[in-house]
């Protein structure tokens, strides 16, 4: 793709993320969506760079914060809402939820939360991967919180150690839930454990979406060739409370204020200007056709029937198979 | 009648317990800013910091942490935000906590109180609404309380930390906000061990605990002017269980129903089954029920996660149910 | 009749599924050895270590591992070594392994075998020694089972595999080098939720699994002269449960006593009282009686650690009291 | 104390534990002693390093192969002959046994059978020694195969954060069960986690006993005086099987042979023979001390009572405080 198609490419789908949230957001507070939210906006770059280079039929598995790692694999936004508003005819038919999502169609193996849960489960596609022989790559996303858990460390000694074709994407926001990393860490860069293994580690910075992009591009390169995990640690910001309904009181306001500065929609909306003509114009519609497209899937949640009574207890163990 | 919330009488038990003893620690996810219910806010304020500290997201190590304070002096109160992440922490809970007093031949003593909290509300999905307890009941050396009202919230967390024993304290999060008699300030210990009988009856015995006990009183007040007189035990103790209570209690109704938010195959309702039909078979008019989550994970969407939780209509149901049965088939 | 080891029988059950799937991986702490007792040796040297992986001491991020490889095709059966470190694994098996199914709406299937071995045997104290399956049995979404001889060992270990759900194959240290009639090559899966009724009975029924078989038709045979006929009914699967085979045994012979190695206290036993009352409780001459091993961590001692395994001698004094005291109280 | 008399101290100790070790082993041959044994022959010269420093009221923790640390900690050989030996008068009455022996007299807290799990344990020792404002310290022994577990790292993460004053010793004897610490991780040397968290760490011969000792002595006046935790990884080498009755197959003779060359005691004593003029006629006469003080200690285990059957399930809980 050229690359002032591929810059209106990737706007756009961070305009789909970010306009999914919104529209969560605007949901839950009218009450059409119940249930434990968190949100992503602020991150769309990390999400959008991250799964820009995958095929379909590369595994992602993200956390509790994943609706936009869900969209920015390409999993149909109707169902992801639908799920999300606990409908029938969401991906799970309801009973995954915001915290669970799955979308096998679009290569999003599941999201979890259990902080730091998703990166061992992350090994099990790579090595998968590995064994199946088709190039296939694993990406898994999780926040700098996860850090501090045993299932992160045990995961990168043994992705290392078995050269697995995985890309651990950190989402180094800053803050865990509340409190802010350094109440939680010495280790500034989480980063800086993967180097102990000797696997190749990048922290940039997370709101650049080319940054993003070329480093992802490096990362999922390597894994595909078969020459191991890489580690990604974007820096960004998480530009809500933790949950919706969170009135992060704990964050300084100015702090929020710089941040959306950095917003990384805008940001690379006014880079690409210059690098690759983006029109106000051009960007207006793109946002315009987001929205679009996400209004669409609220309409599709809201008009779709709730599971039946009956469905609640289906679906505990397979059949055989 | 004062009345509080059951998560203040929480924080008011907790308060006065830091304030009584200076051995008392707590340690958790961002309990230094209250913790995401708000169940610890103002202790940091009232104890610093070093006594109300936020940990990492690394539960087993932090349990581990406050199982080895605990063995050299402290009485730590650990939280672990949702009960479903205890599942990271049992092997330092169970393979530690529970057995240093036996193994070490009396040499240690854990006086830890774990918090945590459980159950299905806000729709938040199969890993954040589980009721785990049975598997903490099967654990030789562990205790495990749960309350229903706030004054026994208070007198609970009160006796937890003053046990020498590792006690898990259990908290609903359905009722947090549930308001009921303060316990008032410098309150009772509720003893560890001693179901209550909330309301006494004749014709059968409801057995429950947590959450569904407001769901049973509501069930035996609906069910009296129809002639079932119901007899409704608050548990509050699932390890040990008082069983005299509960046996004494069948020994004059002649039934029983045990009701609990948890998937029914192995709750505790089982235990509560195989021990009172050994000691009052005789005296059972009919079987034993059970009304309990259906076996499955948990559903996220709010149009199914409601059958996951007995109320007072699946109550009565399963009452009614029991007297029919008998006229047909006992 | 030829004969082999139970050990044998699980080695032969994993050769054969390796070598008719290759999606089927082993996983776990020197495997690729055939680790401390042998059960996996020579399947390195025919599958390769690509298939059988030693795994770093990660209970946790291996359970993860395989659960994830399951998730996108492969067949993994993964060991851990002593249940008692399944603790470490419980996130990843309560919260994702068992839960995936229902939480992607089906989208995702689990075809996951996780080997622990347990039980009392070699005076290893209480972190090497517990029966925990009870806990796992609590779980909706995974299967149990336990063989008691080498046929059902190697017909229920291939079940396991070729099930597409998370199976947890229980074996008991005790029985590894118990001899029995075997299976023989290719011979057939067990199904899975099938329990085996090993001796025919009119006045007790005697439910147990695992070591206490034996026990129990040992008790069984030196009754019978004495005029009482106890039907012996091996469960096998612990989760489900046979629960047709155990109340059609209750029902004729009126009486049932469980047996099992883990503590009383929630374990199989409560969840089988529970629902055999409910469904035959008409039918039952007298409680439900229960043998286990005492409400307490597993001691070291040789002079200790005997008093925690149900034996013939137990059995015996068990099902004598329950006739003594029938004459007496019934 | 002067050196010389320092190290024939020190050379006295580690024949305690080897005497202790060796009847551990015989006993077990004539099934005096029953159980699951992993015995630290050739590894003596890291507890009794480690040790020397130590107060009674400084903590010490261990795991499966801990025999010597709680001789090495001061504790009663008999008391502790008699636990391995499931006796009543052993510490913990037959109920630990040998991986999990308990001797609070001498401030050996506890060992564990579970690999890794006396890692967090020993972080709340040392938690509540900074709190308690004694300067106590508390030591921590692993193995290098614990080096991969969850506790382990999220222990470093917090013993950092919280500057407890620990000590982690790790016993990196190349070996977990019967595989090489290359199956288990790229990292061959565990301290370098420690480095990341800006933790003092050293990696030393483990078989040097005086370079233990020094190691230690730096590491616990640290801890001590408020600066935090310290890691000290021994690379050693343990001279039996994994546990008795491993006849060890997966290990090539040489290497045995030339770890026989570097026996701690053999090397120690031929050290001190110029450094500090010890005699053979002295070492001979603290070896037979040593072996005489075990057979002691064997002698009564072997006389003492069996604990009673209705010990069996007391002490489940403890009474009221
Ligand atoms: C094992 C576990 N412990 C605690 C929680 C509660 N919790 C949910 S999100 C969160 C913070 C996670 O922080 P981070 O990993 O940085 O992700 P972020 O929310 O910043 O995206 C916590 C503690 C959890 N879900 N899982
Ligand atoms: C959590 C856990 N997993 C597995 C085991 C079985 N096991 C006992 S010792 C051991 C190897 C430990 O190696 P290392 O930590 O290097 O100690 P070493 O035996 O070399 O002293 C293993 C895997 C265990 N006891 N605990
Ligand atoms: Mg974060
Ligand atoms: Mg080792």
């Known amino acids: 793709m050229p690359e002032a198609a591929l810059h209106r490419e990737l706007l756009a789908r961070m305009w789909l993320n970010r306009a999914f949230e919104e529209k969560v957001s605007e949901l839950y507070a009218s009450r059409v969506i119940t249930g434990l939210l968190h949100l992503a906006i602020g991150q769309e770059a990390v999400a959008v760079g991250a799964c820009s280079h995958l095929r379909t039929d590369d595994w992602v598995l993200g956390g509790h914060r994943s609706h936009g790692h869900a969209v920015a694999k390409g999993a149909d936004v109707k169902r992801l809402m639908a799920e999300i508003a606990g409908r029938a005819t969401g991906y799970c038919g309801g009973k995954g939820g915001s915290m669970h999502l799955v979308a096998m169609d679009a290569g999003f193996v599941t999201a979890t939360g259990v902080v730091g849960g998703q990166i061992p489960l992350a090994l099990g596609a790579a090595f998968a991967a590995k064994e199946g022989g088709r190039q296939q790559v694993a990406v898994v996303f999780f926040g700098d919180g996860a850090g501090q858990s045993g299932a992160f460390h045990e995961s990168l000694n043994i992705a290392s150690l078995w050269r697995l074709p995985l890309v651990f994407v950190c989402e180094n926001n800053g803050y865990a839930e509340f409190t802010p990393l350094s109440a939680h860490t010495l280790v500034e860069r989480l980063a800086r454990h993967a180097e102990t293994y000797g696997m190749p580690a990048h922290t940039l910075d997370g709101n650049d979406l080319l940054a993003v992009h070329d480093a992802m591009g490096k990362a999922v390169s390597q894994a595909r060739a078969g020459k191991g995990p890489v580690f990604v640690e974007c820096l960004t910001h998480r530009m809500r409370g933790h949950y919706e309904g969170d009135p992060a009181k704990y964050r300084e306001l100015s702090q929020l204020a710089e941040w959306k500065e950095k917003d990384p929609i805008a940001r690379f909306a006014r880079m690409i200007e210059t690098r690759s003509g983006l029109t106000a114009a051009e960007h207006g519609a793109i946002e315009a056709d987001a929205r679009a497209r996400i209004e669409d899937a609220a309409q599709f949640a809201i008009a779709s029937p709730w599971p039946d009574a009956d469905e609640a207890d289906t679906q505990v163990s397979a059949g055989h198979g | ?330």
């Open chain 2, 1 to 330: 009648m004062a009345e509080q919330s059951l998560l203040e009488a929480i924080r008011e038990g907790l308060h006065e317990e830091m304030a009584r003893d200076p051995a008392v620690y707590m340690l958790g996810e961002d309990v230094a800013l209250g913790g995401p219910f708000g169940v610890t806010a103002g202790l940091a304020e009232a104890f610093g910091t070093q006594r109300v500290v936020n940990t990492p997201i690394s539960e087993g190590a932090v349990m581990g942490l406050a199982i080895g304070a605990a063995a050299v002096g402290l009485r730590p109160v650990i939280e672990i935000m949702f009960i479903d992440f205890i599942t990271l922490a049992m092997d330092q809970l169970v393979n530690h906590a529970a057995k240093l007093h036996y193994m070490s031949g009396g040499q240690l003593k854990i006086p830890l109180t774990v918090r945590v909290q459980c159950g299905i509300s806000g729709n938040m999905g199969a890993q954040h609404s589980q009721s785990l307890e049975a598997w903490l009941a099967h654990v030789p050396g562990l205790k495990v309380v749960t309350p229903s009202c706030p004054a026994d919230a208070k007198g609970l967390i009160k006796a937890a930390i003053r046990d020498d024993n590792p006690v898990v304290f259990i908290e609903h999060r359905g009722l947090y906000w549930a308001r009921g008699e303060a316990a008032g300030a410098g309150a009772a210990v509720t003893p560890i061990g001693e179901a209550a009988v909330l309301r006494e009856g004749e014709h059968i015995t409801i057995a429950t605990f947590g959450r569904q006990v407001a769901a049973a009183l509501e069930a035996a007040a609906e069910l009296a002017p129809q002639g079932i007189s119901a007899e409704v035990i608050d548990l509050r103790s699932l390890q040990p269980l008082d069983m005299d209570t509960l046996v004494e209690s069948v020994r004059k109704t002649g039934r029983l129903l045990v009701v609990h938010e948890a998937v029914s195959e192995g709750g505790i309702g089982a235990e509560i089954a195989m021990r009172v039909q050994q000691a009052a078979f005789y005296d059972l008019d009919g079987p034993i029920l059970r009304l309990a989550a259906p076996f499955s994970p948990i559903p996220a969407s709010s149009a199914l996660d409601r059958f996951f939780v007995p109320g007072k209509a699946e109550i009565l149901r399963a009452v009614r149910g029991a007297f029919r049965r008998q006229g047909a088939g006992g």
